[in-house]
């Protein structure tokens, strides 16, 4: 892992980011009506260890996992550049 301080945040492969240490049902909140859960973990050895979070938000909130955004954002860039043609 590529972690290093940087006072109270954290840089993780360049980027800065606040790195938090929760436990099991322990809760972060983002603002106030975004709740993430610590639900679960999975796997003792390094190479297969799993976290499962709960998220709770309102249905307004988009809550993707990143590569699932990437896509629909490859998909948006796509149609806009045909609408556009």
């Known amino acids: 892992m590529h972690l ?5 945040a954290i840089i993780f492969k360049g ?3 606040l790195v938090l240490t929760r436990a099991f049902d322990e809760r972060i909140m983002i603002g106030g009506d975004i709740e ?4 679960e973990f999975k796997g003792f050895r390094a190479d297969n260890r799993r ?6 938000a309102s249905r307004s909130v988009s809550v993707h996992r990143k590569e699932i955004w990437e896509a ?5 860039a796509a149609k806009n550049a045909k609408d556009n043609a």
């Not at 290093?4 to 109270?8: I, K, M, Q, T, V």
């Not at 629909?72 to 948006?76: D, F, M, N, S, Y």
Request: no cysteine; net charge positive; glycine share 8%.
């Open 36 to 39: 993430i859960v610590i639900v």
């Open 51 to 56: 976290v499962r979070i709960g998220i709770k």
């Open 72 to 76: 629909i954002q490859r998909e948006k």
């Open 4 to 8: 290093r301080e940087a006072g109270p």
């Open 15 to 17: 980027i800065k980011m």
